[in-house]
């Protein structure tokens, strides 16, 4: 065992954080630990936007560095030169419909690439110069790894069988068991948290939230898979950050921490949801309809209107739900979001924030859009 690191002691590699979740950790641990080191590595591939850090860059402590996970040199060097003693582990391909078309990127950067970090860190926190120096890395995977659910299955504990159907899930799976080797067999201070579906600011519109959000104020079809019953536990990703930053505190060294949001939707619902919330926040703003004139609201239509059913993907896990009793129980985690309030946040920011997103919307990004289906 590693002799436990305080808060205050830790000097952070945020690997992917210029991504959804990564970019809200930052905003997160900066804001409660405004003194710390933060560097981060991303190598802001598509759904990495530098401009989510943009009001970090020039703090005291906070350095962005483009680069990838899969250069060792480069990892290394980070390590040394900044005196760096804990890896929060964000960067990864993540969106399963991409995995299905393009496996290779997922493996390169969800397997090969968490093996490269973690070859680095134990160079230089176990096999540096001053010998065994307390340190912490943490991994963050997703409830995809333990597979599918049935409709009164319980929910996923952290012991629950990996089954994953996806080369997504698969890739994650395997970084999953290499960071448990390195801590069984090298001794490396590692833990792994197993989230839910996030959800929130900076989320890139690939994914369900803000691809219905988007897709709805330029009056796009919503294309549900399937039957649109696919259910998934939601959390809010402030909620997140707040259940990462409890394991980096108080988290046992070598296990495995389930963080959701006791927040079960059907993916129909959830589309439901936000297209009756922007009915209603287009009636109330008459300055809405002005900037989104191809909402249908401007047009006398319910947002539903947009909906359209089809063909389900291959291999979709019907349902996913955490049990996240352990991380509550040890350390006192609970989610401080309900869903609506979490979604109206949500909706709030994209409203407001059309200059993080528009930006993302070019005229091939938007070709690319229109041809996504909704969960």
Same mark, same amino acid.
């Given at each position: 065992m590693t002799e436990p690191l305080s808060i205050a002691d830790m000097r952070l590699l945020v690997t992917g954080g210029a991504g959804f979740i990564g970019a809200n950790f930052c905003h997160y641990w900066k804001q409660r630990y405004p003194q710390s080191t933060l560097v981060v590595l991303d190598a802001l591939t598509y759904a990495g936007n530098r401009a989510s850090l943009k009001s970090l860059e020039g703090q005291e402590? +906070?350095?962005?560095? /483009? !680069?990838?996970?899969?250069?060792?040199?480069?990892?290394?060097?980070?390590?040394? %030169?900044?005196?760096?003693?804990?890896?929060?582990? +964000?960067a990864a391909e993540s969106h399963v419909d991409r995995s299905i078309h393009d496996p290779d990127a997922?493996?390169?950067t969800n397997i090969l690439g968490t093996h490269t970090l973690l070859q680095a860190a134990r160079k230089q926190w176990l096999d540096g110069p001053e010998g065994? #120096?307390?340190? @912490? +890395?943490?991994? #963050?995977?997703?409830? %995809?790894? $333990? !597979?599918? =659910?049935?409709?009164?299955?319980p929910a996923f504990r952290e012991d629950t069988p990996y089954a994953p159907n996806s080369p997504y899930a698969a890739s994650k799976a395997a970084s999953d068991h290499l960071? @448990?080797?390195?801590?069984?067999t090298y001794g490396l201070a590692t833990t792994t948290?197993?989230?839910?579906?996030? $959800?929130?600011?900076? &989320?890139?519109? %690939?994914?369900?939230?803000?691809?219905?959000?988007?897709n709805i104020? &330029?009056?796009r079809p919503l294309p549900i898979y399937g039957d649109g019953q696919q259910i998934r536990d939601w959390l809010f990703v402030e909620d997140h950050c707040q259940g990462i930053a409890r394991i980096l505190e108080k988290g046992r060294e070598g296990e495995s921490y389930n963080i959701g949001g006791h927040n079960e939707w059907a993916n129909l619902d959830i589309v439901r949801l936000i297209c009756r919330l922007l009915d209603q926040a287009f009636a109330e703003d008459a300055e809405l309809r002005q900037r989104y004139p191809q909402m249908p609201a401007c047009h006398g239509q319910a947002a539903e209107s947009l909906i359209s059913y089809v063909k389900d993907r291959p291999g979709h896990d019907?349902? $996913?739900?955490?049990?996240?009793?352990?991380?509550?129980?040890?350390?006192? $985690?609970?989610?401080? &979001? @309900? +869903? %609506?309030?979490? #979604?109206r946040k949500t909706i709030d920011w994209y409203l407001q924030?059309?200059? *993080? *997103?528009?930006? =993302?919307?070019?005229?091939?990004?938007? /070709?690319w859009l229109e041809k996504q289906y909704v969960g």
């Open positions: 402590g +906070f350095l962005f560095v /483009a !680069g990838d996970i899969n250069d060792y040199a480069l990892v290394e060097r980070l390590l040394a %030169e900044h005196r760096l003693n804990t890896i929060v582990h +964000f997922f493996l390169r065994r #120096i307390p340190h @912490r +890395f943490h991994h #963050i995977s997703t409830d %995809e790894v $333990y !597979g599918t =659910l049935r409709p009164q299955d960071v @448990r080797a390195y801590q069984h948290s197993n989230c839910s579906n996030n $959800y929130g600011p900076y &989320h890139f519109p %690939e994914k369900l939230i803000p691809l219905v959000i988007l104020l &330029h009056g019907r349902r $996913y739900a955490i049990d996240a009793h352990k991380i509550s129980a040890e350390l006192g $985690y609970q989610p401080q &979001h @309900r +869903f %609506e309030e979490g #979604i924030r059309s200059d *993080w *997103w528009q930006p =993302l919307l070019g005229e091939q990004y938007a /070709a």
